[in-house]
Structure formats: structure tokens, C-alpha cells
């Protein structure tokens, strides 16, 4: 499986800033994903980041709120932009491996005040 | 959508005693079925999969069964420890990205 690390592991921001998750991974990986992780709660996936394109977002998430970039095949951020306290939760990165197989990263611990 | 129940949330067993986790599904295209355990501070990490075409899949402790008729497949633990104490998903794939369960958190009694 491949070894997939993020920066920052935890933060602290006030509202309004804006914060850029990067998630790095040792292989070419084709497939990116990043996932919210509310407090107790199940994995929500935001996006798919593709190379080389726009992401795609899913239904309740939009781009000037988290604009993502994916540059090459080991590399994305996620960027959470003009944050509220609701923003307040884990970020996951997640790449994909063979037939639909998914590894995460160790996630962002956000929390906004 | 596609969606998947898991039950139950919450499962406090004995050590050395056996966890039963159970999952239900609709989309009869579902065709893979992986398990992730989450431990605090840590992302979800891949303790098993199955796919469609396969009943069961055994990794020492670890089992998995699929019933594809009833649409659900569940995640077996034998003989617990206390390093298994974690969050549990299941979670679905198909034609679509991974959709996953709500979890259940196991706590296992020294």
C-alpha cells in the first residue's frame, strides 16, 4: 500500500483565514480523494482530486470554498477557505489503489475559533 | 443515492470474546466491500475487503462475509484484545466513490 503523509497534522485558526492541507504521497497514484471527518462522525467525501484538471466536487461541496489543486501524481492540497467554527473537523486524504482499494492519510485536525 | 446502514454504533465485548459488526446496502451494483478500523488520532486503515464474487475472506482474526441476496456483509473479530478497541466502517463501491457506514465504535474489556 502506498505510504501517504499530510501537513499540517493539527491546527488552530481564527474564522475568516483560510488554511492549505497538503497531502504527499511516495508512488504515482492516479486516484486522490479528500474526505471531512466531523467530530464522531462518518467520512464525507468532498472531492476528487484530478491531475491535470478541475476536481470534482460532490453534491454540498463547491469550489471557492475548497479549492484543490493535484499538480502531479503524488501531490494535492486542499485549501479551506474563509473558515467558520463549522469547518471545525479532520481532513482525510485518500488515494486509490488497485479495483476501488482506497488508503488514507493520517488526516488535518482543524479546529476553527 | 447509494447507501449503507451499520450497526450496531456502539459494542463493548470481553477479551477473548468475538465482535460482530453487520452492514446493509440497497445498490444491488455494489460489487466491493471494504472494512476500515479507526484508532483516535489516526485515519481509517484497510483491515479487509471482499468483493462480489466471493462469500467469505479470512485474515487470522479478521473474517468478513458477504450475502449478496440479503445485501449485507458483516466483520467478525475472534478472540479480542484490547488493541482491537477502535471505530469500525464498513463502506461500499461500486460505479460510484466509497460510501461508508456510520461506524461502531468496539470496546474491548481487559
Known amino acids: 500500500s502506498a505510504v501517504i503523509s499530510q501537513k499540517p497534522s493539527r491546527d488552530i485558526c481564527q474564522r475568516g483565514t483560510s488554511l492549505t492541507i497538503q497531502c504527499q504521497v511516495d508512488s504515482q497514484v492516479t486516484m486522490m480523494f479528500w474526505y471531512r471527518q466531523q467530530p464522531g462522525q462518518s467520512l464525507t467525501l468532498i472531492a476528487t482530486?484530478?491531475?491535470?484538471?478541475?476536481?470534482?466536487?460532490e453534491s454540498g461541496f463547491v469550489i471557492d470554498k475548497f479549492p484543490i489543486s493535484r499538480p502531479n501524481l503524488t501531490f494535492s492540497t486542499l485549501t479551506v477557505s474563509n473558515m467558520s467554527p463549522e469547518d471545525s473537523s479532520i481532513y482525510l486524504c485518500?488515494?486509490?489503489?488497485?479495483?476501488?482499494?482506497?488508503?488514507f492519510g493520517p488526516g488535518t485536525r482543524l479546529l476553527v475559533l | 443515492g447509494e447507501n449503507v446502514e451499520q450497526h450496531p454504533s456502539t459494542l463493548s465485548v470481553q477479551e477473548g470474546d468475538s465482535a460482530v459488526i453487520k452492514c446493509t446496502y440497497s445498490?444491488?451494483?455494489?460489487?466491493?466491500f471494504p472494512w476500515y478500523k479507526q484508532e483516535l488520532g489516526k485515519g481509517p486503515q484497510l483491515i479487509i475487503d471482499i468483493r462480489s464474487n466471493v462469500g467469505e475472506k479470512k485474515d487470522q482474526r479478521i473474517a468478513v462475509t458477504l450475502n449478496k441476496t440479503a445485501k449485507h456483509f458483516s466483520l467478525h473479530i475472534t478472540e479480542t484484545q484490547p488493541e482491537d478497541s477502535a471505530v469500525y466502517f464498513c463502506a461500499l463501491g461500486g460505479n460510484t466513490p466509497l460510501v461508508f457506514g456510520k461506524g461502531t465504535r468496539l470496546s474491548v474489556i481487559a
Open positions: 445498490d444491488s451494483a455494489s460489487n466491493y
Open positions: 485518500s488515494v486509490g489503489g488497485t479495483q476501488e482499494t482506497q488508503y
Open positions: 482530486a484530478n491531475q491535470g484538471s478541475e476536481a470534482t466536487y
